[in-house]
Every structure is written in C-alpha cells, then in structure tokens.
Antibody
C-alpha cells in the first residue's frame, strides 16, 4: 500500500523559506499526481499545489508567487518550498496522493508535519 | 474561489442517524469528496464523487448531492465516528475545503 511521510524543520523564522520533503513508498511518483495541503490552527484547510507524474505543476493562485513543488524520482520524493514565510504560514503540512482518473481527489495522506513560523 | 460551508459542530447519540451538510457557493457538479479526520491523525477519504464509498469504509457512511448541496450521512453512528468531517471540491480551481464539522458523541 502507498505510504507517504513528510519531513522537515518544525520551526522557521519569518521571511525565510520553508522546505519540506514527502517520501513515498509502495508507489512510484512517476504515476499519478502528488499534492501538498495545509491545515491552519482553527481547522481551515488549504490545497497548496501539486506535481504530476510528468513533473508539471499547478499551484493555488493565493500562493503562486511564493511556492515551488519539485521532485526527485530516483528517491521517490517530492518537495515543497514556500518562500518569504510569515506567522500566517504556521500550519500542519500534509502531502497526499491525488487520484486522477480523470476525477481528482486525495486518496492517501501522510501523517502531517507541524511547522511553526516564529522568530 | 468556491466557498464550501459546513455546520461547525454536531452532537449525537450512538445508534442515531446523522447528516452533515456542505453547501457550495457555486456548482461543483458531483466533484465533491468527504474526509474524516480523527484527533492527531491525517484525514482519510470516505466518499468520492459525491456518493462513492471508498474501499474499506463502512457502509454506515453514505454521500449524496450534486450542484451546490451535498450531504454525508452516518447511520448508525458509532463511538469511533468522533472526528471532524471535511468536504472538498475539485470541479473549480483552486480546489477548496469546507471548514469542517466536528462530530461529538453524547
């Protein structure tokens, strides 16, 4: 079964970049689509973006100038970079597999990693 | 963006039937999906495309709706169903989530 695991720093200073890794086992990231979602304190959830099986990307317009999603197929990992973070980026970050057939939904999620933006 | 509105919280007794609603600010066809999130865990997929039960999910869960109004039903509710339930649409860009409905058992 596919499993996803997020990793990265739990604390980031304001104005710096947030970088997270999603390690995938049991399934190749050269198949399907793979996304990042975050959950803010207070429970609001936001889809951030995804990377496709071919490496193309799509981002939430609210983040488009600050976000980048990339991948390393040799390690079966994909990555999130969010630049110029503020305290409002404090959230739990999840990576997920996106079912694509041609309908889209998140069918497997990682356990999430909490990131706090604070000086 | 498509706004999805859910009631913030519900409290029911085990064995009862509960319906959780999700209203979209514009049509999302049937591209509405439901997730369950228990405290300290990641969300898990319950229902996709409005009414399709994800593999392994108990048949107590069902979904219905199209356009702008959707419902997740749990019948009968069990103690293990204590969780927050989110709807999510993938018809309009960007994909959006509802604010979540916290289900508590009396």
């Amino acid at each position: 079964e596919v499993q996803l695991q997020e990793s990265g720093p739990g604390l980031v200073k304001p104005s710096q970049s947030l970088s997270l890794t999603c390690s995938v086992t049991g399934y190749s990231i050269t198949s399907n689509y793979w996304g990042w979602i975050r959950k803010f304190p207070g429970n609001k959830m936001e889809w951030m973006g995804y990377i496709s099986y071919s490496g193309s990307t799509s981002y939430n317009p609210s983040l488009k100038s600050r976000i980048s999603i990339t991948r390393d197929t040799s390690k079966n990992q994909f990555f999130l970079q969010l630049n110029s973070v503020t305290t409002e980026d404090t959230a739990t970050y999840y990576c997920a597999r996106i079912f694509w057939g041609p309908y889209w939904y998140f069918d497997f999620w990682g356990p999430g990693t909490m990131v706090t933006v604070s000086s | 963006d498509t706004v999805l509105t859910q009631s913030p919280a519900l409290a029911v007794s085990p064995g009862e039937r509960v319906t959780i609603s999700c209203r979209a600010s514009e049509s999302v066809s049937t591209l509405m999906h439901w997730y369950q999130q228990k405290p300290g865990q990641q969300p898990t997929l319950l229902i996709y495309l409005a009414s399709n039960l994800e593999s392994g999910v108990p048949a107590r869960f069902s979904g219905s709706g199209s356009g702008t109004d959707f419902t997740l039903t749990i019948d009968p509710v069990e103690a293990d169903d204590t969780a927050t339930y989110y709807c999510q649409q993938s018809w309009n860009d960007p994909w959006t989530f509802g604010g979540g409905t916290k289900l508590e058992l009396k």
